[in-house]
């Protein structure tokens, strides 16, 4: 059974970084396409990026050129760097794997907050 486990969570300031990582276990890594989603309080959860086992990338238009999503297949691990952080990015971020099945893990707040 696939599992995956966010971590890099945290609060910041405005303008600031954060990177999240995410590991998975159970599976066959490199075969999945891997996927950061955000959800806010009252909001529906929202793709922020994918990026294919072949390594394209997809950003959503609310974080391109300032998030940016990768993989090290070596590792199991899927990264997402966020830069420029503003207050609207503030949610619990989920990290999702899907290729037949799919899996999600179980998040990781980000506040960003002056």
């Known amino acids: 059974q696939g599992q995956l486990v966010e971590s890099g969570g945290g609060l910041v300031q405005p303008g600031g970084s954060l990177r999240l990582s995410c590991v998975a276990s159970g599976i066959i890594f490199s075969s999945y396409a891997m996927g950061w989603y955000r959800q806010a309080p009252g909001k529906q959860r929202e793709l922020v990026a994918r990026?294919?086992?072949?390594?394209?990338?997809y950003h959503s238009v609310s974080v391109k050129g300032r998030f940016t999503i990768s993989r090290d297949n070596a590792k199991n691990t899927v990264y997402l760097q966020m830069n420029s952080l503003k207050p609207e990015d503030t949610a619990v971020y989920y990290c999702?794997?899907?290729?037949?099945?799919?899996?999600w893990g179980q998040g990781t707040q980000v506040t960003v907050s002056s």
């Open positions: 999702h794997a899907i290729l037949i099945s799919d899996y």
């Open positions: 990026i294919t086992s072949g390594g394209g990338t």
